[in-house]
């Protein structure tokens, strides 16, 4: 199983980016897809998650309203729209899946991407 996220980029504080995980080597018709970040000196949370097949979907209080998570199912694609971004939204982000169900520890996803750096100037 492989994961390549990509999209990070510097911004400024109030603006957009968006975040692309490309999935490949596993059915993703039953798996969670999470959106995990990582500022520095900070442990790995995560912000949103999605279920492929019932479209269930988490956000984290912090990103709630602003960041939105979807799935191209066509393209094994999974993407996270951040807007109204902030500095505290600075952080390396990265894509995970997991079978089953949604669950916010990091601990339960098995393949995980390489981080891509977003980083929101004031």
């Known amino acids: 199983v492989q994961l390549q996220a990509s999209g990070g980029g510097l911004v400024q504080a109030g603006g957009s980016l968006r975040l692309s995980c490309a999935v490949s080597?596993?059915?993703?018709?039953?798996?969670?897809m999470g959106w995990f970040r990582q500022a520095p000196g900070k442990e790995r949370e995560l912000i949103a998650a999605i279920r492929w097949s019932a479209g269930g979907t988490y956000y984290a209080d912090s990103v709630k309203g602003r960041f939105t998570i979807s799935r191209d199912n066509a393209k094994n694609m999974v993407y996270l729209q951040m807007n109204s971004l902030k500095p505290e939204d600075t952080a390396v982000y990265y894509c995970?899946?997991?079978?089953?169900?949604?669950?916010?520890?990091?601990?339960?996803?098995?393949?995980w991407g390489q981080g891509t750096l977003v980083t929101v100037s004031s």
């Open positions: 995970a899946t997991k079978p089953g169900t949604i669950r916010v520890s990091q601990d339960e996803y098995d393949y």
């Open positions: 080597g596993r059915s993703v018709s039953s798996a969670v």
